[in-house]
């Protein structure tokens, strides 16, 4: 089975740092796509950022200058900086991948439990 374990998550000031990863596991043929979404209490998931093979990137404007993804390809990880931490960053932050279990079946896509991310005084 796939497994996406997030950590990193906990409770920070504003202003501060804080840095969630995200490493897949399980029987994986490729990863084509991994990203980081997440959702507060009341409200939609929305995508916070995501990297794809080859290395491109693409943001959420609220987090744009100060969050930043990367990830490691040996090791199927991946992270999301998060700097300038704001109350509003204030959410669940899920682990997303789009990858293929087997080379002759399609891509899906798998999510990860959620990490708590609290940014208050």
């Known amino acids: 089975q796939v497994q996406l374990l997030e950590s990193g998550g906990g409770l920070v000031q504003p202003g501060e740092s804080l840095r969630v990863s995200c490493a897949a596991s399980g029987s994986i043929f490729s990863i084509n796509a991994m990203g980081w979404y997440r959702q507060a209490p009341g409200k939609q998931r929305d995508m916070v950022a995501v990297i794809i093979n080859g290395g491109s990137t693409n943001y959420a404007d609220s987090v744009k200058g100060r969050f930043t993804i990367s990830r490691d390809y040996a090791k199927n990880t991946v992270y999301l900086q998060m700097n300038s931490l704001k109350p509003e960053d204030t959410a669940v932050y899920y682990c997303?991948?789009?990858?293929?279990?087997?080379?002759?079946?399609?891509?899906?896509?798998?999510w990860g439990q959620g990490t708590q991310v609290t940014v208050s005084s």
């Open positions: 997303n991948a789009i990858l293929q279990v087997f080379r002759s079946r399609p891509p899906m896509t798998y």
